[in-house]
């Protein structure tokens, strides 16, 4: 089919392609599905100047080819199930994407031609084996690029990748050229690539393709990952593609991680070269490392801890034997490694030990180094003493801390021994007192140095105490000095002398008053000057702090108050002040002290006061000469109390309680989620004497039970409940039902198929499972939402059930039209003279078309004239109005113009003119072994003889055979074979 406009499908049409569509302006698709019915065949070519793939929908073709000039440009996203044949021409799609189901490796050819996009866009292929699959892409947005990538996957198993060329700088879409990690020198700044993998979990090697001529040399592959930043995949692979006739560079390892897409072409630094000035070295000594020189920066790593940094390429530092030191060196663009060098110390170790550590002043100490040194330094705090070949050395008249070390000398360095501290006794003894000053009566207590055998404790020069222990303590007087003696296994040491004093001081207390009315406040003041102050009331401390007054309203008649104060150091106690009270009560009586939310309470206070004030937890509520309070207001624990007043004072009742019976129901539902239909049970908090559950406002049901069922509920429905104790009604919470509402639809992928054709019913998607039945019958069962067969029959239902949430949704019914495969007939084969035609029939189909059908003169046609040059083989395919096809051949034989052989004519004209009346066939009388059978189209047989002697005359059962065309069957020996002739013969009246 040529199509010189635009190719639209609308409303629903659908093309049924097995051959070849060409195109020359652009395919609009708005039908409502994916345009073609046919699968698995077909070719759309686009063969014109800038054309278009548009519509509301997408397409799935099966094989699209780029021809003509110009860009082809897909509006939206494209599906290709077979191949992809892209020629030169850029395919542009902008921010969709062209989908290539097609697993085999040529899926998607091009000599030249590529896939532009942009943004997410791309072109994304299927999958499914471990050799190379071509990724043909690039862009025409600003300098036009062809730079594809090939992948290499790790398994057969199926995935999916998508991939775009961004002709862009990378860092202009997200992925900053300068966020790298320090071994790249620099990032492509003309374009990158975007790798997605959508389906799988396969990793693949990545081979990049580019033009160094035009795009400069590179060394490695980056990938935008991890912080995210820059950072290399590894090793490469280089080489050059001769198909694409660029260059490429891929990667040694596979690469599983595509979280980010990015990947781009960059070049990597070199190595460093650093040096040792010598080594090895005396332990001590320094090393000295050089790097190559001409960088900005230099940072000098010693077992990897940063040691040196800035512009000096060399590092001077004393090295332990085995250390590594590297070296990291900046330009302008890249980070250089240097290798690890190791450093190495000559090792040796010399040992002083001494017969004693700690000596009196007087003695002396013995020392012995390591054997086998050439030579001995003995120092004294570094001071050498001696120096010889003796591994010996006696030291005298050392000070307490001496430090004694030795250097030993050997073949290659000297080496210094740990050092030893020598103790001389000179011994110290120091006494402290936990306190210089204390109250008459307190105890000090002396504290020595610990340490020593003994100590003798003097107060103003006499011992009290002697013995191990290096603590006294005792009540002291003022003035009184204190010393001790202590000692040692050498000697005795006398400590310093301490002298303690005694404080003395006197306290007063008065009172504003001595009698007042209860509650009032009392005032009492003591004598100033103190540093803290407690008061007690009856032996009770009621306040204490730094005022010398102490007010209270808490007192009873005949209390007690006294203070007690406390200076820097002592505490002092007062007189006791004995205070009156003027006596009164007041009691407060209730008519119940428990009753139901809202119930009415009567307070009543003792007669006789001027004034009575109502509290309701301690707030004023009412005031005046009644004694009575009423209120229907109050909460549960609400206290109540009145206060009376008489001539002298004020007086409080006792608080009274008050109850409010409190109780709580809890309504709750067994299923939270259910089912259309499905029985609900609503539970009541048990303990209740009555239950009243209300349906959306309405009372439904009134028992002791505590439970309501209801099957007939709707979404949004409300349930309550009033509970009945022995005292109160009370009110639940609302629970309000939750009906699970979905429906389901099945749809066939056609609305009519040919007998034995595959079709697939697809349910609407969402639910858990689903159980698809065929005629009322289960015939498959599993979480899928399709159903495919090939055996349906005309007028089958398909029906699904669906379930989701343990529900049970139930979709249309739908019905298939299954169309018969026509049975087509062709007739008869025939045998022909060269340059003879020969008359074809066909029967069966609403439409034929005939092959091979350079010698017929239709080949779509009932009845064609083949006139064959050979004997020839004429197949028909015979399609039926719904479009199913079934296919039948005629053999057409040319036979020779030899006299000795039958000439067969395929007609004759049985109408008495004396012309051709009967069926002559020519030379058959050289052939005396045959014979002839005439059929009509059903396979009847019409005339019969053996051999032909009496010509057939077009007479059935004495009667004329109608005008039409009939069958023939001769058979004649031949040399002793058999040769069979068969035609159609035509009467003519």
């Known amino acids: ?578 205070v009156g009270i003027y006596q009164n009560s007041i009691n407060l009586t209730a008519n119940a002290l428990a009753a139901c939310e809202g119930d009415s309470f009567t307070f009543t206070a003792t007669p006789g006061f001027n004034n009575y004030e109502f509290f309701v937890n301690f707030t004023s509520v009412q005031s005046g000469a009644s004694n009575t309070y009423t209120t229907s207001t109050l909460s549960d624990g609400a206290t109540i109390m009145v206060r009376g007043t008489d001539d002298n004072c004020v007086y409080d009742s006792e608080p009274v309680v008050i109850t409010i019976y409190s109780n709580s129901i809890q309504l709750t539902i067994d299923d939270t989620l259910a089912c259309e239909g499905q029985t609900l049970n609503f539970t009541a908090s048990q303990g209740f004497n009555q239950y009243e559950f209300f349906l959306n406002g309405q009372s439904v049901q009134v028992s002791p039970s505590d439970v309501y069922t209801n099957a007939m509920l709707s979404q949004g429905d409300t349930l309550s409940v009033i509970g009945t104790d022995d005292n109160c009604d009370y009110r639940s919470n609302e629970v309000v039902v939750n009906i699970l509402n979905a429906s389901v639809f099945v749809e066939a992928s056609a609305s009519g198929v040919c007998d034995g054709e595959a079709i697939t019913f697809t349910a609407t998607s969402g639910f858990d499972s689903y159980d698809f039945y065929w005629n009322e019958t289960l015939a498959q069962s599993n979480s899928s939402n399709q159903f495919s067969t090939n055996n349906l029959l005309d007028g089958d239902s398909i029906q699904v059930f669906a379930y989701l949430e343990s529900c049970e949704f139930q979709s249309n019914t739908l019905s298939v039209s299954v169309y018969p495969i026509p049975q087509i007939i062709a007739y008869a084969d025939t045998a022909i003279y060269y340059g003879v035609s020969a008359s074809l029939n066909v029967e069966g189909g609403a439409f034929y078309t005939w092959s091979p059908s350079e010698t017929l003169d239709c080949d779509d046609c009932e009845q064609p004239t083949a006139t064959p040059d050979s004997t020839t083989l004429y197949t028909v395919w015979g399609e039926s109005l719904e479009g199913c096809i079934d296919t039948a051949s005629v053999l057409v034989t040319i036979l020779s113009t030899d006299e000795d052989e039958v000439k067969i004519p395929n007609a004759f004209t049985p109408n008495g003119d004396g012309t051709n009346d009967t069926w002559h066939i020519s030379y058959l009388d050289a052939f005396p072994e045959n014979e002839v059978t005439v059929l009509n189209r059903y396979g009847d047989i019409l005339y019969n003889e053996k051999p032909y002697i009496e010509e057939f005359n077009g007479m059935y059962q004495g009667k004329a055979l109608p005008r039409g065309t009939y069958y023939y069957i001769l058979t004649v020996v031949v040399n002793g074979q058999t040769q069979i002739f068969k035609g159609p013969l035509t009467i003519v009246r």
């Open 1 to 578: 089919m040529s199509i010189h406009g635009d190719a639209i499908n609308t409303n629903d049409g659908l093309f049924h392609n097995s051959d070849t569509i060409y195109l020359f302006e652009d395919w609009v698709n708005d039908a409502g599905n994916e345009a073609f019915s046919s699968v698995g065949e077909g070719v759309v070519i686009l063969k014109n100047e800038d054309q278009r793939i548009r519509g509301l929908d997408t397409t799935r073709f099966y094989d699209l080819r780029m021809e003509g000039t110009g860009i082809k440009y897909g509006d939206l996203g494209v599906f290709v199930d077979g191949f992809l044949r892209l020629n030169d021409r850029e395919f542009n799609l902008d921010t969709n994407a062209v989908h290539v189901f097609n697993t085999d490796l040529d899926a998607v050819n091009q000599q030249g031609g590529f896939v532009s996009s942009l943004e997410d866009g791309g072109l994304l292929r299927h999958t499914a084996n471990t050799q190379t699959y071509s990724f043909p892409v690039g862009s025409s947005l600003g300098t036009t690029r062809f730079r594809p990538i090939d992948l290499t996957l790790s398994s057969a198993s199926p995935n999916v990748f998508k991939l775009r060329m961004a002709n862009v700088d990378a860092t202009t879409e997200n992925f900053d050229r300068e966020n790298r990690d320090s071994i790249i020198c620099e990032i492509n700044p003309a374009f990158y690539h975007r790798i997605y993998q959508m389906q799988g979990i396969d990793s693949a090697l990545v081979k990049i393709h580019y033009d160094a001529a035009t795009d400069g040399a590179w060394d490695s592959i980056a990938h935008w990952q991890n912080d995210p930043k820059w950072e290399v995949t590894g090793g490469v692979a280089t080489g050059i593609n001769a198909s694409y006739n660029l260059e490429f560079l891929a990667s040694n390892n596979y690469i599983s991680d595509y979280t980010f897409p990015a990947f781009a072409l960059a070049t990597i630094s070199d190595s460093i070269d650093l040096r040792m000035m010598e080594n090895p070295v005396c332990e001590g000594e320094t090393h000295t490392f050089v790097a190559d020189g001409g960088f900005l920066n230099y940072d000098f790593y010693t077992n990897d801890v940063l040691v040196q940094s800035g512009t000096d390429s060399t590092y001077t530092s004393i090295m332990l034997d085995g250390d590594q030191v590297y070296v990291v060196a900046q330009d302008d663009d890249c980070t250089y490694f240097s290798r690890p060098v190791t450093a190495e110390v000559y090792m040796n170790e010399i040992l002083l030990t001494a017969s004693e550590t700690a000596i009196c002043f007087y003695d002396s100490v013995i020392v012995t180094a390591t054997p086998g040194f050439l030579n001995y330094d003995y120092q004294v705090n570094g001071i050498t003493v001696q120096s010889g070949p003796f591994n010996t050395y006696i030291y005298s008249m050392l000070n307490n801390g001496d430090v004694l070390t030795v250097v030993g000398t050997d073949a290659n360095c000297d080496y210094k021994s740990d050092p030893i501290v020598i103790n001389v006794f000179q011994n110290q003894v120091d006494l402290s007192v936990d306190n210089f000053i204390a109250c008459e009566g307190e105890t000090f207590t002396f504290t020595a140095t610990t340490g020593f055998n003994t100590y003798d404790f003097q107060v103003n020069g006499v011992t009290v105490q002697n013995g191990a222990s290096n603590i006294f303590a005792s009540p002291l007087g003022n003035f009184d000095d204190v010393q001790v003696i202590a000692t040692d296994n050498h000697c005795d040491y006398p400590s310093n002398i301490i002298e303690v004093t005694i404080y003395q001081n006197t306290l007063g207390l008065v009172a504003d008053t001595l009698i007042l009315c209860e509650g009032e406040t009392f005032t009492f003041t003591a004598t100033s000057g103190y540093n803290n102050y407690d008061f007690y009331i009856n032996n009770t401390l009621s306040q204490s702090g730094a005022g010398n007054v102490f007010a209270t309203n808490s007192l009873g008649n005949g209390d007690v108050v006294f203070v007690e104060a406390t200076d820097d150091n002592c505490t002092f106690e007062s007189n006791a002040i004995t």
